[in-house]
């Protein structure tokens, strides 16, 4: 990572900090190594099965934070675009993750909203969205992920697939929310009033965390061989990561040495 100084670092959360109900080896360090030399973090997730409060809480019970404006989910984006954009959600999601939706505005144009709704992906329901979507409502995708990593231990499917199967089928294409989303990473960098260009993103998704932010304008991407890791995959994506490591604490020991 040779020349690149961090003004500010973006952690991926599942499969950086912890996997399942596990924290990962080093990550709880890593944290505290990351906050004790002053760098501003944010922890940016795509995940969409879960409300921003839970996340916060495992994430507090692991001592990793205790703020959760420091944690930003494409949920909480998308609570934003309807109403700067003058839309309802239909939401094609987790029934876990509506409450993140409460305050959204009703009464308006229906923009169909797709999160990985699991198990909750049904003919009914993905058909029900479909149809809106040929009444003219815009798609708009949490996320994009093709795979995480479930609590089994096993790769699943992620809402990708089903964002990718409504986009043929309607023939019209999503507006993306979450990582890869340049936007994304924007929300994340300026909610401290700095720029891409500052920022440091560390992750174990070569294609959403990684690819994605050196494609916005980050500084630099730091691929961790956990959580959905896959061998090679440092070299699936261009561009790739500038540097792959073992884990979140070897991904901090290198920012921490371009740290005066």
């Not at 989303?181 to 401290?192: E, K, N, R, V, Y």
């Amino acid at each position: 990572m040779q020349g690149t100084m961090a003004k500010v670092v973006l952690l991926d959360i599942a499969g950086v900090l912890y996997d399942g109900d596990h924290l990962i080896d080093g990550a709880l360090c890593a944290v505290s190594q990351l906050r004790e030399s002053k760098l501003p973090i944010r922890f940016l997730t795509n995940s969409t099965r879960q409300p921003k409060r839970l996340i916060f809480e495992k994430l507090a019970a692991f001592k990793i934070t205790n703020d959760k404006s420091e944690i930003i989910t494409p949920a909480e984006v998308a609570c934003v675009w309807p109403r700067q954009k003058g839309y309802s959600p239909h939401l094609l999601v987790h029934p876990d993750l509506i409450e993140d939706f409460l305050e959204t505005p009703s009464g308006r144009p229906v923009a169909v909203v797709v999160g990985d709704a699991g198990l909750h992906f049904t003919y009914e329901r993905l058909n029900a969205a479909f149809r809106i979507l040929m009444d003219g409502a815009p798609l708009i995708a949490l996320a994009a992920n093709r795979v995480f990593r479930d609590s089994d231990g096993e790769l699943s499917m992620d809402v990708g697939a089903f964002v990718k199967a409504l986009e043929y089928s309607s023939a019209k294409s999503a507006f993306l929310l979450g990582k890869p989303s340049p936007d994304f990473f924007l929300a994340g960098a300026h909610s401290m009033n700095l720029e891409l260009s500052e920022v440091v993103m560390i992750g174990d998704d070569a294609e959403s965390d990684i690819s994605g932010a050196l494609v916005a304008g980050a500084a630099a991407g730091i691929l961790t061989q956990t959580g959905k890791y896959h061998p090679g995959d440092e070299n699936r994506f261009d561009p790739g990561p500038t540097l792959l490591v073992a884990d979140v604490a070897e991904a901090v020991g290198s920012v921490l040495t371009k740290v005066p």
